[in-house]
């Protein structure tokens, strides 16, 4: 595996280029931030910038998020581990996003790490890929031989409860929420505007932070993001009261995936599943 | 008064609180600690850094049911909801927060308009000071010393509490602390070396080691008028910016909030709760308008109103060093850099 620093000055090295040869306006990737251990999302501009670029184990944000912030650039160079590029890839299927307006810039990793709890992200709560499914430079070698584990294998306590337990379990979850919005605003599939509960017309849901308008806009993101999610995990990441919200889009993208064979941003040439339809499609939904 | 308790014993002080009226201290949950009532008494503990929401939620909960009406019933018809206050133990309030409520006090109470809500409850509570544990170094995120407090400042605490060792340390601050000590006979008095130590504990935590930087209130306020239309400047500090909210809901001197009518089937409740000037919505007007469309006007907006309108308005800096908003902002937005690099814009 390429170690981080290699990866860093590779990553100055191509957004140097592209910024020089003036290929793309800016290159989406990470700068310090008020120290080592958090690093923040960054948009080089300019050759001076790309010394401000770094990469290290806590650049886990999704920079997909970022990608429709340039409504002037003709096109985008952005940073991407293997969840950011399933969440281009969904971007391109959904039209948000051309795939010649993008330099992907791959980067293989493994051994990501939060920096709350210096825990490894690994496929408990996210999809747990090492490396890119689309780019045009690869920033470092190409992971192999590291064993994938399922994402879904976390799933086995939830699935284990019935349906009383998993609504309880859930109203518990839900009830902490302090509606920040933040899950919604750190994933890069939540591009609605507006987002249908700052809507007034009609209102959708309570503005308080209790069960049922809680209820009405978590289950209403989950449900929105069924065969969309690409399990980065920055919703649960980026939530401050702990809210488990990985395992929801964990449950409902193993359904997807057992019924229309296919996961949420792996090829360019699938269609989303909620998109497309076939004849031989599952019927298991109109259970 | 200088009273002491044996932490062991902890819970039997938590014990005589719950019969004198509501006892609200930091309770771990999931993801950390945040105050809440305490119904056991074995809840209580001391094992905390700071809590991830500011206690302003004890005065200013985030949800605030003002009255109950039916819609098809006349408006005289309607319900307040009645204030239910009683005698209220603030515990384990960090000395940054205690000064938040003095800032906030300007707002719901001091500046002449007086909020029911607010003051109702604030009179009703007693609150108990407790100093960061200065052998512990201060986490990153914090800057209070920048804003002038020290890690065990008593002010703005009426009891302010000092571990020693074994022992907890309490000091009466108020004539209400005065009082509720008084009441609380399983307290030993403190001795001479007690005190001693108090008050030198007191004065090292001034010296305690937060991100620093010499800050003048209208300096700050003077530099940030100038450079307010300095598009480059915000649009690159806010870059990163997802404009969520968590960095205005667990500050503990942002007080925004909306009232709004919630109503199902022709009942509904007219509340307040609060808000945050990093939604999109929070400027919206009724015309359709919106003057703050982009990312980098709302966090400008934020980091604005505490270091700069303020502080004209008021006179001082409204924020604590708390360190909250830095971290528990999911892409490390720092509110400090901030300044520091405004100071040299």
Known sequence: ?287 | MLKKISIKKINDLAAALMEKGTLLAPVKEAAGHNFAEIKDPQQLDLNYYNTIVSPKTVFLPQKEDFVRYETAKPVAEAQPVALNIKATFLFGVRPCDAKSFQIMDIHFHASGIIDPYWQKRRDATVIFGCAFDLDIPAQDADFYQTLGIGAADPEGSDVFMVKKGEDLLMKAITPQGEEILARLAMLGEGKPADKKYFEEYIKKGSQHQTRNMCLDPQVIAKKLEDIFHSGEFWQAQSAACLSCGICTFVCPTCYCFDICDDTLFSRGVRRRVWDACMFTDFTLEASGHNPRTHVYQRLRQKVCHKYSFHVRKYGVISCVGCGRCTRYCPVNIDIYSIIQDAMKA
């Open chain 1, 1 to 287: 595996m390429t170690d981080f620093k290699q990866i860093e000055n590779n990553l100055k090295k191509e957004a140097k280029k592209l910024l020089e040869s003036a290929e793309v306006p800016v290159v989406l990737a990470y700068a310090r931030g008020y120290d080592d251990k958090h690093p923040m999302p960054f948009a080089a501009k300019s050759v001076a910038d790309v010394e401000k670029i770094v990469f290290n184990e806590y650049c886990n944000f999704n920079m997909a998020r970022y990608i429709m912030r340039f409504p002037d650039a003709a096109k985008i160079a952005i940073a991407a581990k293997a969840a950011d590029s399933r969440a281009l890839v969904v971007l391109i299927q959904e039209e948000k996003v051309r795939r010649e307006d993008l330099v992907i810039l791959g980067i293989p990793a493994s051994g990501m790490k939060d920096p709350k709890t210096d825990q490894l992200i690994d496929s408990r709560t996210t999809g747990g890929l090492y490396n890119p499914v689309e780019y045009d430079i690869l920033l470092g070698e190409e992971i192999r031989g590291q064993k994938i584990a399922s994402p879904y294998a976390v799933l086995a306590d939830y699935e284990a409860m019935d349906k009383e337990a998993r609504w309880a379990f859930w109203k518990g979850q839900l009830d902490k929420c302090i509606r920040c919005y933040a899950c919604r605003k750190a994933c890069p599939m939540c591009y609605c505007d507006p987002c249908f509960i700052d809507q007034n017309k009609p209102r959708w849901a309570d503005k308080a932070p209790q069960s049922p308008g809680n209820m009405m806009y978590h289950l209403t993101r989950f449900h929105h993001l069924a065969g969309r999610c690409i399990d980065c995990g920055e919703c649960s990441r980026a939530c401050p009261v702990g809210i488990p919200l990985y395992l929801f889009h964990k449950k409902v993208a193993k359904e997807c995936e057992e019924m229309f064979g296919q996961a949420a941003g792996m090829n360019l040439e699938d269609k989303p599943v909620l998109v497309d339809f076939r004849v031989e499609d599952s019927d298991q939904i109109l259970r």
